[in-house]
């Protein structure tokens, strides 16, 4: 009996997983079936006019059969544009109508000696991605007499693909060594012939870059004997936004202080000098030591960072033999020599070089020193209360740089790779900058929290305390108010 029983249960439990197995199977079985029924139970209500002939059947199963083959076979329609390919599948094309992007916005163009030129502006991107453009240089004197001059022109794309619509182009205009252009300064035009390279188009815009008047050009400046009228000379990139004049104002006084009387400064205004700004800016206009460029049409060509890359290549080759040195850096940095160097005894030792790089200090734009107290500490500049250091470990910070302008054909934002002669890495003993990153763009006191001591941690960042800026600060307002008086006292954050 008990066997009899175990055999049963075996049964059952076989035929329960049978029916779990085949589960859906079932259920759509019995949803057919009830379907069929269904329709059983209606088929006597339905009149008896309704009725599908076998004809009638035969001629819908064809009528589907004929559409279906159709829509395989037949092929698909050509258009005049397009074209089938051996393997069938269809070549579309696209042709282009008008002008997305200019073929070459012209900036400047200067005279880099007796027989070379450099040519600054932007271009349309895509064209120098998809496309080879080219650049010619024709030299066409006013003296119908004499000989036009050909040469092909080195385009150097300057932006290292950081370009958005447009890009940077820096075209090098050189013709024979044994040729001198406008010898006797009779003048003349030089144009530039650009083609686009397109294989759609293959269009050429000659462009007249530089006219020379007659007896305009003094061939004696281009002498590498010759002593320039700075011994250092800042081309600042494009100033835009909200900017500090309190900020401007110290940078300003800082640094005119630092590198001395033969010392000029070039900022480019694309929005960013502001009436309160340019009311800081106009005493040292008056006395020479700044010029204030507005570059706020530029904003039409969108270009990277306010085309930047533009901006410091024409300043490069605008003040070329104007300047022994000139440095890159911005608004919000601060360049420093150890007490017991000065900056002429720096430069002396880096005569030999090209270009050199300089180190960042990165300091931090909101974290302040209160060691005399918060009165005292608000009335202090910002370069002398911010005086935390970023002493994180990263793999590497950006860098600014200075060269001896005669041996670079075109820049960078961070260096240049197109020059003769070596460049140095290694001059952070001797030279830095101190970087208070966005101090420069905040409107208010910048102070946010006041620590006291040598070194903290804020935000899981370490920092130390590093006064070496706040030292200076007595002797930069002094400076300040013997050169241009007290007329900037109620300067604004």
């Not at 600014?400 to 002669?421: D, E, I, W």
């Not at 101190?434 to 903290?456: A, D, K």
């Amino acid at each position: 009996m008990a066997k009899e029983r175990d055999q049963n249960t075996k049964d059952k439990n076989l035929l329960i997983s049978f029916l779990w197995n085949f589960s859906a199977e079932l259920k759509l079985a019995l949803m057919a079936l009830l379907v069929l029924c269904t329709l059983a139970t209606l088929l006597p209500f339905i009149p008896s006019s309704f009725s599908i002939s076998a004809s009638e059947l035969r001629f819908c199963i064809s009528a589907v059969n004929s559409s279906t083959l159709d829509n395989v076979v037949t092929k698909q329609p050509l258009t005049e544009k397009d074209t089938e390919l051996t393997n069938g599948v269809i070549k579309r094309t696209f042709t282009g109508y008008g002008w997305a992007a200019y073929n070459f916005v012209l900036m400047n163009a200067y005279r880099g000696g007796v027989n070379t030129f450099a040519v600054i502006g932007l271009s349309s991107k895509p064209l120098h991605v998809y496309a080879r453009p080219t650049y010619r240089c024709e030299w066409v004197p006013f003296n119908q007499s004499d000989n036009r001059i050909l040469t092909d022109g080195t385009k150097i794309l300057t932006d290292w693909g950081y370009g958005r619509v447009y890009t940077t182009v820096v075209v090098n205009c050189t013709f024979p060594e044994t040729t001198v252009i406008n010898p006797r300064n009779a003048g003349g035009t030089l144009l530039l012939h650009a083609t686009t390279g397109d294989t759609d188009r293959n269009i050429t815009d000659s462009i007249p870059v530089l006219v020379e008047a007659p007896n305009a050009v003094d061939l004696a400046l281009y002498d590498s004997n010759r002593k320039a009228k700075y011994d250092y000379l800042y081309c600042g990139s494009s100033l835009y936004g909200n900017l500090s004049p309190q900020r401007i104002r110290e940078w300003v006084a800082y640094h005119v202080r630092f590198f001395g009387e033969r010392s000029h400064f070039v900022l480019h205004d694309a929005g960013g000098i502001s009436e309160e700004v340019f009311e800081v800016l106009k005493p040292w206009i008056g006395l020479g030591r700044v010029t204030v460029h507005d570059i706020r049409e530029q904003e039409r060509f969108d270009g990277y960072y306010h085309n930047q890359f533009m901006v410091v290549n024409d300043c490069l080759h605008r003040y070329r033999f104007m300047a022994k040195w000139v440095f890159f850096f911005d608004v919000d940095e601060f360049v420093y020599v150890p007490a017991k160097e000065t900056i002429s005894s720096v430069m002396e030792s880096l005569k030999g070089y090209s270009q050199f790089t300089i180190e960042q200090m990165p300091m931090s734009s909101q974290l302040c020193y209160d060691g005399d107290g918060p009165a005292r500490t608000y009335r202090k500049w910002g370069f002398e209360k911010l005086a935390y250091r970023d002493v994180k470990k990263v793999p590497r910070r950006d860098r600014k740089y200075a060269v001896q302008p005669r041996n670079v054909f075109a820049t960078g934002v961070h260096m240049s790779q197109n020059l003769q002669g070596k460049t140095y890495h290694r001059a952070e003993k001797q030279i830095r900058y101190f970087h208070y990153h966005g101090s420069i763009s905040q409107r208010r006191e910048p102070c946010r929290h006041l620590y006291n001591g040598t070194r903290i941690v804020h935000d899981n960042n370490p920092y130390v305390l590093d006064t070496t800026m706040r030292d200076i600060g007595l002797a930069v307002k002094t400076f300040e108010i013997r050169t241009i008086g007290d007329r900037l006292l109620r300067t604004r954050q």
